[in-house]
């Protein structure tokens, strides 16, 4: 089944806990992308990839990080949570990205991260 | 700056009528609009879409209408069913600086009720 899988699914920590949030699609997509959603604002881009060791920022990149070794992979990282970084997050994947128009792209199911 | 918006943040239909959800959007270089479709614990799926040179594009019971002069899109769906339930949103494509940019609105909860 094509699908993206994020991992965990829910996760509570605190405040300057180093944590990694995992991104995998088994459709061979070159393009990955992060998003955060929060109330009021809609999904937000954080960091995208146009392919393998090929990453650039969206529009909230600030106190992420990310790396795309693999094609299938693309783990977030969050190196000193803050509680502003509370919010559900969601990976996604699409062939082409962007540049094309038709190119729609594909979720994970989220994963909601809360920092006390 | 929020450069697509949806101002209804919820919506409630009656199952068998018209739903209509609307979106607005500030940038005329935005060229191509998706709406994707949410269930709870579940990703955006991706529903219909429709580039800047056409007004309409058609899916089964879903529709969607693109008014360029007003920078407005709208979302029919005809007619409602249950399993339409879900929030919605709106996102628009467009070239800024060099970069393909998808902007998403802040979504609208559809609720149709038997």
């Known amino acids: 089944e094509a699908q993206v899988t994020q991992n965990p699914r829910y996760l509570i920590t605190v405040t300057g806990k180093k944590l990694t949030v995992t991104c995998s699609q088994n459709m061979n997509h070159e393009y990955m992308s992060w998003y955060r959603q929060d109330p009021g604002l809609g999904l937000r881009q954080i960091y995208y990839?146009?392919?393998?060791?090929?990453?650039d920022k969206g529009d909230v990149p600030e106190g992420y990080k990310v790396s795309r070794k693999e094609k299938r992979n693309f783990p977030l990282i969050l190196e000193s949570p803050s509680p502003n970084q509370t919010s559900l997050y969601f990976c996604?994947?699409?062939?082409?990205?962007?540049?094309?128009?038709?190119?729609?792209?594909?979720f994970g199911p989220g994963t909601r991260l809360t920092v006390l | 700056d929020q450069q697509v918006k949806q101002n209804s943040p919820s919506l409630s239909v009656q199952e068998g009528r018209i739903s209509i959800l609307n979106c607005d959007y500030t940038n005329s270089m935005f060229d191509y609009f998706l709406w994707y479709k949410k269930y709870p614990a579940e990703g955006p799926t991706f529903l219909i879409s429709?580039?800047?040179?056409?007004d309409k594009n058609e899916d089964g019971r879903f529709t969607v209408f693109l008014n360029k002069s007003a920078k407005h899109l709208s979302l029919h769906i005809v007619p409602s069913q249950p399993g339409d339930s879900a929030v919605y949103f709106c996102?628009?494509?467009?070239?800024?600086?060099?970069?393909?940019?998808?902007?998403f609105g802040q979504g609208t909860r559809l609720t149709i009720n038997p």
């Open positions: 990839s146009m392919n393998v060791e090929v990453t």
């Open positions: 996604a994947s699409s062939f082409l990205g962007l540049a094309s128009s038709t190119d729609t792209q594909y």
């Open positions: 996102a628009a494509k467009g070239l800024f600086q060099g970069a393909q940019k998808l902007v």
């Open positions: 429709i580039s800047s040179i056409k």
